[in-house]
């Protein structure tokens, strides 16, 4: 880790930022390490270019939505002007939290007073109008006008949508029995709490991030749980074979069953859920069942209302929609075709929205996608690409003592890293994917990718 600047370090993990001389032993938000803390060279964690002087916009701001990608928009709006009015507004009832926190929360690593952003205090003193229960079911552009459930209007003079994205579903038989779950909202993860019993058995249908962040939990709470995944290895979107065989050896560890190329058939039971029917015809059985098998964004509204969508919210580098009054940002928003789907980039992109509203200017250039591990125990850290995408890739890999490391080059740059058990490696290698770094003097020594490795180290 290398000296803060700013006297500011941000949380790799969860995007806390840590306004101190020493990054923090571990991340009050989301429980990281130390060694997950990068030093940020300024304060802002965005590239922005922005003059208080062109902030000035005085009219209303609406942000619909109070996940991260919201409040980022908020707080990037207050902090650039204290102009304007600004209204805030999620269908949820709780103070908006820590979405990203709901396994630690499920596993009882964390309580319910340390999952808001903020108190609501802040809202207050940031003239912040937040609706609390409230949810829009049109947005007007020609008038420029939300438009609530219960058929009231609210005014705007530049939109924020930072509505998000739902849990995707397959079409299951028995999917509506009782004790099937989705994991997205703090609602789902208090109604799967109230379900737990001594004993009780778990299966979790998809072995992503989510999923088996959901096992862990569970299995924390003393379940007895299976995760079922149709590919033929876990995390199959952020890993290659071999480090999913090692995450596999360590979930066993944990008392964690895992199924892998198990196509799921139906979710059998009465009322209520009993196991899982497998298309080869073996069951699991199962008392709880969670269904972590993707998001898709909350795409409707803005469609309905004649943005242009694709699966997301179309948005430029600006995090601008097709309307020039309206922005999109977080899970919602589909920039140049990725939607991330995490939790740094939805905090960058609201920040950005935010900025831009405010009559800043403000770009959002990409970021490599980085996946970390909560929750299991395990550091383990996907960023970027970990597969080669062409004959000009290079891959280094090397594995010793329950670490493991594979690096992906291309044109002398490092595009991609899969790293176990070095979390000041992770952050190395993600700061060189980002800076674009020259590696060609290490690559054309032959280097090994523990000397990789053991050069980002002591960088
Ligand atoms: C359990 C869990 C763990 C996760 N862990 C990680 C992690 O470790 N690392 C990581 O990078 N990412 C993680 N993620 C993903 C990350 O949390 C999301 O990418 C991020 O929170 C999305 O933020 P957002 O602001 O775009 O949307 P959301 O957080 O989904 O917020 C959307 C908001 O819009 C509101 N809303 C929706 N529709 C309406 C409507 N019609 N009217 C009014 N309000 C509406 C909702 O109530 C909500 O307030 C996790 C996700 C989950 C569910």
């Known amino acids: 880790m290398s000296d803060s600047r700013s006297g500011a370090w941000r949380c790799m993990v969860c995007g806390y930022i840590h306004r101190q001389s020493a990054a923090p032993d571990e991340c009050p938000i989301c429980g990281a390490a130390k060694s997950y803390f990068e030093a940020m060279a300024t304060e802002a964690p965005i590239k922005a270019e922005f003059d208080a002087r062109t902030a000035n916009f005085s009219g209303n701001?609406?942000?619909?939505?109070?996940?991260?990608?919201?409040?980022?928009?908020?707080?990037?709006?207050?902090?650039?002007?204290?102009?304007?009015?600004?209204?805030?507004?999620?269908k949820e009832s709780s103070l908006p939290y820590y979405r990203l926190n709901l396994t630690r929360y499920l596993a009882g690593e964390i309580g319910n007073d340390e999952l808001p952003i903020h108190d609501r205090a802040w809202y207050d003193s940031n003239n912040v109008d937040l609706k609390l229960g409230e949810e829009?079911?049109?947005?007007?552009?020609?008038?420029?006008?939300?438009?609530?459930?219960?058929?009231?209007?609210?005014?705007?003079?530049?939109?924020?949508?930072?509505?998000?994205?739902h849990p995707f579903v397959p079409p299951l038989a028995g999917a509506h029995r009782e004790g099937v779950t989705a994991l997205r909202t703090l609602h789902d993860a208090r109604l799967m709490l109230k379900q737990l019993r001594p004993g009780m058995t778990c299966a979790v249908v998809?072995?992503?991030?989510?999923?088996?962040?959901?096992?862990?939990?569970?299995?924390?709470?003393?379940?007895?749980?299976?995760?079922?995944?149709?590919?033929?290895?876990?995390m199959p979107r952020q890993l290659n074979k071999r480090a999913g065989e090692i995450l596999l050896k360590h979930v066993n560890g944990l008392g964690i069953k895992v199924v892998s190329n198990a196509r799921t058939k139906e979710l059998i039971g009465d009322e209520r859920v009993m196991g899982v029917l497998m298309e080869d015809g073996r069951q699991i059985p199962a008392d709880l069942v969670v269904v972590a098998t993707g998001v898709r964004p909350n795409s409707q509204l803005a469609r309905r209302a004649g943005l242009a969508v694709k699966t997301g919210v179309i948005v430029d580098n600006h995090l601008r929609s097709s309307h020039p009054s309206v922005y999109a940002a977080g899970d919602v928003a589909e920039h140049m075709g990725v939607l991330y789907g995490n939790w740094t980039a939805c905090q960058y992109q609201g920040g950005i929205a935010g900025i831009n509203a405010a009559?800043?200017?403000?770009?959002?250039?990409?970021?490599?996608?980085?996946?970390?591990?909560?929750?299991?125990?395990?550091?383990?850290?996907?960023?970027?690409?970990?597969?080669?995408?062409?004959?000009?890739?290079?891959?280094?890999?090397?594995?010793?003592?329950?670490?493991?490391?594979?690096?992906?080059?291309?044109?002398?740059?490092?595009?991609?890293?899969?790293?176990?058990?070095?979390?000041?490696?992770?952050?190395?290698?993600?700061?060189?994917?980002?800076?674009?770094?020259?590696?060609?003097?290490?690559?054309?020594?032959?280097?090994?990718?523990?000397?990789?490795?053991?050069?980002?180290?002591?960088t």
């Open 61 to 90: 701001l609406v942000v619909l939505g109070a996940g991260i990608a919201g409040i980022s928009a908020v707080e990037a709006f207050r902090k650039a002007t204290s102009g304007g009015t600004v209204t805030l507004i999620t």
């Open 136 to 165: 829009v079911a049109d947005i007007s552009l020609g008038d420029r006008r939300v438009i609530m459930r219960d058929g009231s209007g609210m005014p705007f003079d530049r939109l924020i949508i930072t509505i998000g994205a």
């Open 206 to 234: 998809g072995g992503g991030i989510l999923g088996l962040e959901a096992a862990g939990a569970l299995a924390a709470r003393g379940a007895g749980v299976s995760v079922i995944e149709g590919g033929e290895w876990l």
């Open 359 to 458: 009559g800043g200017d403000a770009e959002f250039g990409g970021i490599p996608r980085s996946n970390s591990l909560k929750v299991l125990g395990l550091e383990l850290s996907s960023i970027g690409k970990f597969e080669p995408d062409g004959p000009e890739c290079m891959v280094l890999e090397s594995e010793s003592d329950g670490e493991y490391i594979r690096f992906v080059f291309k044109d002398r740059q490092m595009i991609g890293a899969v790293l176990i058990g070095d979390a000041a490696v992770s952050l190395a290698a993600k700061d060189a994917i980002e800076g674009r770094k020259d590696f060609s003097g290490v690559l054309a020594k032959d280097a090994s990718a523990a000397q990789v490795a053991e050069g980002l180290r002591t």
